[in-house]
């Protein structure tokens, strides 16, 4: 059976956590990015980064979790990349040339780089690469972003052309920053219906990144190596060990006892991380969300009216000050505060907590204790579910707890179960769908594009797992598409975040920091609200 994976960016996206330790000395707490330097960049050692996720395969265009994307990020050279300030700049690609008012794109990339074999990349690997959503055999679920693409051409060694169908601000600020350049004189003969589950993805993925696979014990670690030929420098470190430990208590303590060196530390354990010796803890908001997901391919869960009175049914702010201990904000849209897409002079529907009026919307959507046994009923169907989260995450497995809880003051039974993440990827993506609810979370994609999540085509083979549908949402997020300036966008995602916060597709829990603990020796570090691992190639620790 293929394996699917989730984007839950898929938040994966967001809790795909990360941690170091070294050997130096004092603790402290910053809320800035490491920026300062120690004196001259040192070379050598070993970074483990600790994870609860783990990864599924190393190939852009197939995976969907913030774990494989986090590998391949270290894997492979992008054509443009965002700074720690969400603003695009060039990577492998030397330069990129908008033409025809937008439709087209001309990109010439760097001479020289060469793949982890010693096979110098070229155009044709550029257009190799993204030529493979194109074709009809194509199975990903990162299909959306490619939609606008008409055509990719070589034009030179060194120079691709890419045409759109239509104008679309996600290609420049999206798609080109996205996927990682694959060989194409090792998978050119591979045939895409096959090239998802093809070995390359997870035993050898040859990419042309700062740092070469070596290893991946599943279910243990993923090994780097520092790439000596990397085409904008050797990497200080001389490896990278990705280390899978599936439970977050473990994680704090083996940071604790330098089993590893670098983790996102969850809101309830943050304060005890910065005591740790050695250990260094950065702060600062993430690029992401928190919420609970409702399918809407359960009958319980289609009427609006049902999944608004879910959300006033739901304390979120007293989750954020108890589960997290105030290390958070609660959430009303899908758009996190650190982008500058979130909208600051509108007002959106929040449904603020309050049980008797929950009730209320409960009874005039039909539901009704009719037999007294406390839990709610319509047509004979009692209004019980199972609520999913992944292992490991104690925030998330708390927050359900509290959801049963609290729901249960209203007559409905909700039955908490803990899956493993990569059993929950499976059961949550196409074509299984096999869950009611979620607590989950997204880390958001530096360009603010939420089309492929919420509209209705991306249910059947995209990231619109909730099955949410509405044509005048549908609308809007194809027509915003066609929108470059910064702030028309944003002026037309204001009634996008309006619909959404309406319709409750989610219940928006809350807006999350990042902790990132790593060794108090650790230089070059620099906050990224979406990638852990930011020019993780830059980073060394001073002896």
Request: with cysteine; proline share 4%.
């Amino acid at each position: 059976m293929k394996r699917r994976k989730t984007a839950l960016m898929m938040l994966s996206v967001l809790m795909v956590l990360a941690i170091f330790l070294s050997a130096c000395s004092g603790s402290k707490s910053s809320n800035s990015s490491e920026k300062k330097s120690a004196g001259k960049p040192q070379q050598g050692g070993d970074l483990v980064v600790g994870s609860i996720g783990a990864p599924t395969l190393f190939n852009s265009l197939y995976s969907t979790d913030e774990s494989s994307t986090d590998i391949e990020q270290m894997i492979y050279s992008f054509l443009t990349k965002t700074d720690e300030n969400l603003n695009v700049k060039m990577s492998l690609a030397e330069s990129v040339k908008e033409l025809d008012g937008g439709l087209k794109y001309d990109v010439k990339i760097k001479k020289g780089v060469k793949f982890h074999d010693g096979e110098e990349l070229t155009a044709d690997d550029v257009v190799f690469t993204y030529s493979i959503p194109l074709n009809k055999d194509y199975k990903g679920e990162r299909g959306s972003n490619f939609e606008m693409l008409k055509s990719v051409e070589k034009k030179g060694d060194y120079e691709v052309l890419f045409t759109l169908k239509y104008k679309d601000p996600n290609f420049y600020n999206n798609t080109l920053d996205s996927y990682g350049i694959l060989p194409e004189h090792i998978l050119k003969d591979v045939p895409v219906a096959e090239l998802e589950d093809n070995e390359f993805n997870r035993k050898n993925p040859i990419g042309s990144g700062p740092f070469k696979f070596k290893e991946w014990k599943d279910g243990q670690y993923v090994k780097l190596v520092a790439n000596d030929d990397y085409y904008d420098g050797r990497p200080y470190l001389d490896s990278v060990t990705y280390k899978i430990i599936p439970d977050a208590n473990a994680a704090v303590a083996q940071l604790q006892a330098g089993d590893i060196d670098f983790f996102n530390v969850p809101s309830t354990d943050y304060k005890t991380a910065e005591s740790f010796n050695n250990v260094k803890v950065v702060t600062d908001l993430a690029l992401s969300y928190t919420y609970i997901g409702w399918n809407e391919k359960n009958e319980l869960f289609k009427d609006k009216k049902v999944r608004q009175a879910l959300t006033t049914a739901l304390d979120r702010e007293t989750m954020v000050q108890t589960v997290l201990d105030g290390d958070g904000k609660v959430a009303y849209i899908p758009e996190s505060p650190v982008s500058w897409n979130y909208p600051k002079d509108i007002e959106v529907p929040k449904f603020e907590y309050n049980v008797k009026k929950a009730k209320k919307m409960l009874k005039e959507a039909g539901w009704e204790d009719t037999d007294g046994d406390g839990i709610l009923d319509k047509d004979g169907k009692k209004f019980e579910f199972t609520l999913k989260t992944n292992q490991g995450n104690k925030v998330r497995e708390d927050i359900a707890v509290v959801v049963q809880e609290q729901l249960k003051k209203v007559g409905i039974k909700v039955t908490p179960q803990i899956v493993e993440w990569s059993a929950l990827v499976e059961q949550t993506n196409p074509p299984n769908w096999d869950y009611d609810a979620m607590v989950l979370g997204w880390s958001l994609s530096t360009f603010p594009d939420h089309y492929d999540i919420f509209h209705s085509s991306q249910s059947e083979k995209g990231l619109n797992n909730m099955w949410y549908k509405n044509p005048e949402v549908d609308k809007l997020l194809k027509d915003a598409k066609s929108i470059s300036d910064r702030n028309e966008y944003s002026k037309a995602y204001e009634k996008i975040y309006q619909k959404l916060a309406e319709d409750q597709p989610y219940t928006f829990l809350y807006y999350p920091n990042n902790h990132m603990a790593m060794p108090a020796n650790l230089e070059g570090y620099v906050y990224h609200p979406k990638r852990e691992l930011y020019q993780i190639e830059k980073w060394w620790l001073a002896q």
